[in-house]
Nanobody, 124 residues
Framework: VQLQASGGGLVQAGGSLRLSCAAS????????MGWFRQAPGKEREFVAS????????YYRDSVKGRFTISRDKEKNTVYLEMNNLKPEDTAVYSC??????????????????WGKGTQVTVSS
């Protein structure tokens, strides 16, 4: 199983980026998929998640109204549309997947799958 994140880059404050997480190696029915980020010197934090079957979404408060998570079942891909980016959004963004209904932010080290990160840098 592989989760491949892409779409990061350098953008000015107020700009937009769309991250993609292409999943391969299995179907993800029954899984929750999402995004985490880690800034230098800080702990990894939950950003957003979506349940593969029902499409139920959760966001951390600081990104609500700016970020949108979605999934394309045919492409086995999860997206994170990020608008009105702020310098404090600068981090390495990683995608993850976990089987079941647990909130992705509570799974921690028990996460079933992690993908390699993609760097997002927002300049002021």
């Amino acid at each position: 199983v592989q989760l491949q994140a892409s779409g990061g880059g350098l953008v000015q404050a107020g700009g937009s980026l769309r991250l993609s997480c292409a999943a391969s190696g299995r179907t993800f029915s029954g899984y929750v998929m999402g995004w985490f980020r880690q800034a230098p010197g800080k702990e990894r934090e939950f950003v957003a998640s979506i349940s593969w079957n029902a499409g139920r979404r959760y966001y951390r408060d600081s990104v609500k109204g700016r970020f949108t998570i979605s999934r394309d079942k045919e492409k086995n891909t999860v997206y994170l549309e990020m608008n009105n980016l702020k310098p404090e959004d600068t981090a390495v963004y990683s995608c993850a997947a976990n089987y079941g209904s647990r909130h992705l932010g509570d799974v921690g080290d028990d996460m079933d799958y992690w993908g390699k990160g993609t760097q997002v840098t927002v300049s002021s």
